[in-house]
């Protein structure tokens, strides 16, 4: 047999997939990637920006409004953003336009503009917008009908802007002449990992100009969509005392004030946000406090440096998945590698196992199965009892298993089609479980699938065929609960076993425009892979998109003939699906690779439910 290809370490992990981010996306509503792709094309000289055209009518003035305000740098010697854009408008709405402070509309490049046979001076934009930027410059999917008026006035016989919109217009083709997207980094609730958090942002023109703008930006926190999620080194006391610089070594020169330093702990999980937020734009960066440097013994910083925050490593191994397994048409766990069943009762097909997790960090196992008092179970293997295979949850339907990065928990979805509720379920000594309130799924039709992120804040959906994101934040206790239904006559205890009462908000909607999700899985902490159709009836094809959404890339569908029903996927390994009964590995490049059987001079391989070790 042959099997994917053995992972690279970590940092190359990091580095394949911001490049592979790079290649081949097509994104709402450009292409672009989270890394700083502009280091040679920001340090440009301003250019003087053109005047509006003389004589021009009332709609031409704001079409040419809308195209000059991707050229927010375009300051010709002024010292002016978004000069260009600023000839449009009247004098008086020069002093007051503060186009860095408005949250950003993407047009489609066929928008309208549409004169006021009415009111004279009255323009109004018409269309559709795939998406914006709020005020955080996190980007929105939206697919929504937008329209507003914009009044004009005659100035020296010249129709000029006097009132503005309240949002900075863009076209889809311009926005990413505008914008770049990037990575700011926070902590999680441990402040021992680093948790993404994508932004779009006017890239400046030097180095330590970038730094400044992202640091600034690291400074004012989270999103909001992650603000009850994730934690900060930096406070409302926080502040850089000095514009950063780049001395003659090349190394970016950093000093704050107002963070606390008091430990080891603060003074390393400081230097991971910085580091990691800045890594793309300078390698080598040298951190103070208060004229002091954070570090003595660290006098310059680089993505090494803080390796072990990362969102992607399994703890206290610098791994990542090992060898892929799927689920045989006996209803056995079996090695994709070698073609073994695994030892233990999973491995048997007694129980029939339908899907299945494990942990390359703990080696558990936690598998759905049928149970053969009708409905399914949750079953949980410990590589120190592999004989066992004990219950901790039954139910109607159960979706597949996630597990938690660290591997004590697997998260389930229970009865998904008639009252959906989310249960953590530890996987090490007796099992317990512990309800999570979703009170945001109700109403949002069957839940089919829930993927945990590897850095435990975000989580995927899928509930009436499409695909939503949202984050795992604190939620007060509500003591034991027990499993409704079928669930609460199962074996396992209700209880929170000592852990941090969780709740998942914020379930938003990441690509409108799928239809029938099926499986989905995280990559890694800034991609997700799904399975899903663009048109009603359609086969599935899988989509690479950016955890907010900005990005979606279509994976070569080359050999997909059916729909596809099961999915594995890892950073630097071979994308595995399941459809029509059987086992596929995509072998070349994803944008043109072809799905082929796993298994050398094999045609095909029966079989369902392929997973990585995570």
Same mark, same amino acid.
């Given at each position: 047999?042959? /099997?994917?290809?053995?992972?690279?370490?970590? =940092?190359?992990?990091?580095?394949? =997939?911001?490049?592979? +981010?790079?290649?081949?996306?097509?994104?709402?509503?450009?292409?672009?990637?989270?890394?700083?792709?502009?280091?040679?094309?920001?340090?440009?000289?301003?250019?003087?920006?053109?005047?509006?055209?003389?004589?021009?009518?009332?709609?031409?003035?704001?079409?040419?409004?809308?195209?000059?305000?991707?050229?927010?740098?375009?300051?010709?010697? !002024?010292?002016?953003?978004?000069?260009?854009?600023?000839?449009?408008?009247?004098?008086?709405?020069?002093?007051?336009?503060?186009?860095?402070?408005?949250?950003?509309?993407?047009?489609?490049?066929?928008?309208?503009?549409?004169?006021?046979?009415?009111?004279?001076?009255?323009?109004?934009?018409?269309?559709?917008?795939?998406?914006?930027?709020?005020?955080?410059?996190?980007?929105?999917?939206? /697919?929504?009908?937008?329209?507003?008026?914009?009044? =004009?006035?005659?100035?020296?016989?010249?129709?000029?802007?006097?009132?503005?919109?309240?949002?900075?217009?863009?076209?889809?083709?311009?926005?990413?002449?505008?914008?770049?997207?990037?990575?700011?980094?926070?902590?999680?609730?441990?402040?021992?990992?680093?948790?993404?958090?994508?932004?779009?942002?006017?890239?400046?023109?030097?180095?330590?100009?970038?730094?400044?703008?992202?640091?600034?930006?690291?400074?004012?926190?989270?999103?909001?969509? +992650?603000?009850?999620?994730?934690?900060?080194?930096?406070?409302?006391?926080?502040?850089?005392?000095?514009?950063?610089?780049?001395?003659?070594?090349?190394?970016?020169?950093?000093?704050?004030?107002?963070?606390?330093?008091?430990?080891?702990?603060?003074?390393?999980?400081?230097?991971?946000?910085?580091?990691?937020? +800045?890594?793309?734009?300078?390698?080598?960066?040298?951190?103070?406090?208060?004229?002091?440097? =954070?570090?003595?013994?660290?006098?310059?910083?680089?993505?090494?440096?803080?390796?072990?925050?990362?969102?992607?490593?399994?703890?206290?191994?610098?791994?990542?998945?090992?060898?892929?397994?799927?689920?045989?048409?006996?209803?056995?766990?079996?090695?994709?590698?070698?073609?073994?069943?695994?030892?233990?009762?999973?491995?048997?097909?007694?129980?029939?196992?339908?899907?299945?997790?494990?942990?390359?960090?703990?080696?558990? !196992?936690?598998?759905?199965?049928?149970?053969?008092?009708?409905?399914?179970?949750?079953?949980?293997?410990?590589?120190?009892?592999?004989?066992?295979?004990?219950?901790?949850?039954?139910?109607?339907?159960?979706?597949?298993?996630?597990?938690?990065?660290?591997?004590?928990?697997?998260?389930?979805?229970?009865?998904?089609?008639?009252?959906?509720?989310?249960?953590?379920?530890?996987?090490?000594?007796?099992?317990?479980?512990?309800?999570?309130?979703?009170?945001? +799924?109700?109403?949002?039709?069957?839940?089919?699938?829930?993927?945990?992120?590897?850095?435990?804040?975000?989580?995927?959906?899928?509930?009436?065929?499409?695909?939503?994101?949202?984050?795992?934040?604190?939620?007060?206790?509500?003591?034991?609960?027990?499993?409704?239904?079928?669930?609460?006559?199962?074996?396992?205890?209700?209880?929170?076993?000592?852990?941090?009462?969780?709740?998942?908000?914020?379930?938003?909607?990441?690509?409108?425009?799928?239809?029938?999700?099926?499986?989905?899985?995280?990559?890694?902490?800034?991609?997700?892979?799904?399975?899903?159709?663009?048109?009603?009836?359609?086969?599935?094809?899988?989509?690479?998109?950016?955890?907010?959404?900005?990005?979606?890339?279509?994976?070569?569908?080359? /050999?997909?003939?059916?729909?596809?029903?099961?999915?594995?996927?890892?950073?630097?390994?071979?994308?595995?699906?399941?459809?029509?009964?059987?086992?596929?590995?995509?072998?070349?490049?994803?944008?043109?690779?072809?799905?082929?059987?796993?298994?050398? /001079?094999?045609?095909?391989?029966?079989?369902?439910?392929?997973?990585?070790?995570?």
């Amino acid at each position: 047999m042959t /099997g994917p290809r053995r992972r690279t370490g970590p =940092l190359a992990v990091l580095l394949l =997939l911001l490049a592979g +981010l790079v290649a081949g996306c097509t994104a709402i509503p450009g292409s672009s990637a989270a890394v700083d792709v502009t280091r040679i094309a920001d340090q440009v000289e301003p250019v003087a920006p053109d005047a509006p055209t003389p004589g021009a009518g009332p709609d031409q003035i704001v079409r040419g409004f809308i195209a000059a305000s991707a050229r927010p740098e375009s300051d010709g010697g !002024t010292g002016s953003s978004f000069a260009a854009a600023r000839q449009y408008l009247t004098q008086e709405a020069q002093a007051t336009w503060q186009p860095g402070q408005l949250p950003v509309v993407i047009l489609d490049d066929n928008y309208r503009t549409e004169i006021d046979p009415a009111t004279q001076g009255v323009v109004t934009v018409a269309g559709n917008s795939p998406g914006g930027l709020d005020n955080s410059r996190a980007f929105h999917s939206s /697919g929504v009908a937008y329209a507003r008026p914009i009044r =004009l006035v005659q100035v020296e016989g010249e129709w000029r802007i006097s009132e503005p919109p309240p949002d900075l217009l863009l076209t889809a083709s311009d926005f990413p002449t505008a914008y770049r997207q990037r990575v700011l980094y926070f902590l999680d609730r441990s402040g021992t990992l680093v948790v993404p958090d994508v932004r779009h942002i006017v890239i400046g023109q030097t180095t330590a100009n970038r730094a400044n703008r992202l640091l600034a930006m690291l400074l004012d926190g989270p999103a909001p969509s +992650l603000e009850g999620a994730v934690t900060s080194s930096f406070t409302g006391k926080s502040a850089l005392r000095s514009n950063p610089s780049v001395d003659p070594d090349g190394v970016l020169q950093i000093d704050f004030t107002g963070v606390d330093v008091s430990t080891i702990e603060a003074r390393r999980a400081l230097a991971a946000q910085v580091v990691w937020t +800045l890594s793309p734009t300078t390698p080598r960066i040298a951190i103070s406090v208060d004229g002091v440097p =954070l570090d003595p013994t660290q006098p310059v910083y680089t993505i090494n440096s803080v390796s072990s925050f990362d969102p992607d490593r399994l703890p206290g191994t610098g791994q990542v998945a090992s060898d892929p397994f799927y689920v045989s048409p006996g209803g056995a766990i079996t090695g994709l590698l070698d073609g073994k069943p695994v030892a233990g009762p999973l491995g048997t097909g007694s129980p029939t196992v339908l899907s299945a997790a494990s942990s390359a960090t703990t080696r558990a !196992t936690a598998a759905v199965a049928a149970d053969p008092g009708g409905g399914e179970q949750l079953l949980l293997s410990s590589p120190d009892q592999v004989d066992r295979a004990d219950p901790a949850l039954k139910a109607q339907t159960l979706t597949p298993p996630s597990l938690t990065r660290s591997g004590d928990e697997a998260w389930v979805v229970q009865n998904g089609a008639t009252k959906p509720e989310v249960y953590r379920v530890s996987t090490s000594g007796p099992p317990s479980r512990e309800r999570v309130p979703a009170d945001e +799924l109700t109403g949002k039709g069957e839940v089919t699938a829930l993927a945990l992120s590897p850095d435990g804040v975000r989580v995927a959906v899928v509930a009436g065929g499409q695909l939503y994101l949202g984050v795992l934040e604190p939620s007060a206790a509500e003591g034991a609960t027990a499993p409704t239904g079928t669930a609460a006559d199962g074996p396992g205890r209700d209880e929170s076993a000592g852990q941090t009462p969780l709740q998942i908000t914020g379930l938003t909607v990441l690509r409108s425009g799928l239809q029938d999700v099926g499986p989905v899985t995280f990559v890694s902490s800034l991609e997700v892979v799904v399975a899903a159709a663009t048109a009603p009836g359609g086969f599935r094809s899988l989509w690479s998109i950016s955890i907010d959404g900005y990005e979606a890339r279509k994976i070569s569908d080359n /050999g997909i003939f059916g729909t596809i029903d099961g999915l594995a996927a890892a950073v630097n390994e071979p994308l595995l699906i399941t459809f029509s009964g059987r086992v596929w590995q995509l072998v070349g490049g994803q944008a043109d690779g072809t799905w082929q059987s796993p298994v050398e /001079g094999q045609p095909f391989l029966n079989g369902s439910a392929p997973f990585y070790p995570n």
